[in-house]
């Protein structure tokens, strides 16, 4: 009966681990659809209707793209009006998965 229970008890902690960490597991893609892709559409052209208004440049542009990591990165966390900074709101695992998205947007 006790090797019954612990071995409940290890069955139960590990699908709580493996269920948390599915979660923590955020890719650079999932946060730029959620954050990002509204304004900057899912493929970064900037062309949703808020892009457009907004004149944003296309994330795979070489312009964007000449710009370091630590630029980019330093851009998310900070903002630029009107964009909000994320700094607290997104975790520096999370901006550095959306910088490496980012340059997967290449032309």
Do not use: W
Request: proline share 2%; hydrophobic share 40%.
């Amino acid at each position: 009966m006790k090797r019954l229970i612990r071995a409940s008890i290890v069955v139960m902690a590990l699908a709580f681990v493996f269920s948390m960490t599915s979660f923590a597991a955020d890719t650079g893609a999932d946060v730029f659809k959620t954050k990002c892709a509204s304004c900057h559409g899912a493929d970064g052209k900037g062309e949703t209707t808020m892009g457009k208004n907004l004149r944003l440049k296309d994330l795979g542009s070489a312009e964007v793209q000449s710009k370091s990591d630590a630029d980019l990165t330093k851009l998310i966390e900070d903002g630029k009006k009107p964009m909000p900074a994320y700094k607290g709101k997104l975790t520096d695992d999370q901006i550095k998965d959306v910088v490496k998205y980012i340059r997967t947007l290449t032309k």
